[in-house]
């Protein structure tokens, strides 16, 4: 065979394979587009751990926010079971989409105080405080709330303040008048403490523990007899349990602790 049927041949041989392999693409091409049932069942039919298919939007619809008072309404019901931790969640997502309403700054700090964080529930009480003052308002039991995470904080003199403000507010208000007293005594103003205890007596709150820090006052005045009527009448008042026990043990000792007038036995 000469060069030129050599050549001939080549080309021959050249052309079938462009052929066959515009065939093969064609039916490639066939086999690939046809449907798939199985796959089909599973991109209509998605199983428990697969991501739901977005619903298409539909043009001028927007999509449902959450109801920003669901998150105040379960914050609440936490609180009440003892679940402060998680209730600050709550009232953290209401302050995110409400952060200009004083009463979710409010319970957030409530939250976060009773979860034993009271650094943190001081800003939100004050922030509480600050949006109502804004709007010409002035809560006394915000105040009372302020002043007790101030005494968490050791800040005496600041508790003070936003104690007295608050009976400025409302001057029948005997929890204000309670701690506003257990303030001025751990301050070391006695006199002011136990008028101040005194007070919440007179306003008919019943709570032992005012005769105990009465007692406390009396004892810092220089009055040791006046201090163990006090003392002893809180003593009597203590429940018989062992919770109390403590309690009944450490008043007794103080007891014992006070000088006695001539003439007693004690």
């Not at 931790?85 to 700090?109: C, M, N, Q, V």
């Not at 904080?153 to 403000?165: E, G, Q, S, T």
């Not at 002893?232 to 026990?245: G, I």
Request: proline letters at 8%.
């Amino acid at each position: 065979m000469n060069l030129a049927d050599r050549t001939r041949e080549i080309l021959r041989a050249g052309r079938w394979a462009a052929v066959c392999a515009v065939l093969l693409g064609v039916q490639l091409a066939l086999w690939l587009a046809r449907p798939d049932p199985a796959g089909s069942q599973q991109e209509t039919t998605p199983g428990p751990y697969q991501a739901q298919p977005a619903p298409k939007p539909v043009f001028g619809q927007t999509r449902a926010r959450p109801n920003p008072f669901s998150f105040l309404t379960r914050g609440r019901e936490l609180l009440r079971s003892g679940n402060a931790g998680e209730a600050a969640l709550a009232f953290r997502h209401y302050t995110r989409i409400k952060p200009d309403d004083p009463s979710g700054h409010f319970w957030l700090g409530l939250s976060l105080d009773e979860s034993r964080q009271p650094s943190q529930a001081i800003w939100a009480y004050s922030r509480s405080l600050d949006l109502a003052m804004r709007e010409g308002m002035d809560s006394p039991e915000l105040r009372v709330n302020i002043g007790n995470t101030l005494m968490k904080l050791n800040r005496l003199d600041d508790a003070i303040f936003n104690y007295r403000r608050a009976l400025a507010i409302d001057a029948k208000l005997t929890r204000a008048h309670y701690n506003l007293g257990r303030a001025l005594l751990r301050k070391g103003e006695p006199q002011a403490a136990f008028e101040s205890l005194n007070r919440c007596t007179e306003l008919g709150l019943n709570d032992p523990t005012i005769l105990y820090y009465e007692g406390q006052a009396l004892k810092a005045m220089g009055k040791p007899e006046d201090a163990r009527q006090k003392l002893e009448l809180f003593v009597r008042q203590l429940p018989a349990t062992p919770q109390a026990q403590a309690m009944r043990t450490r008043v007794e000792d103080l007891i014992q602790q006070l000088p006695s007038q001539p003439g007693t036995n004690n």
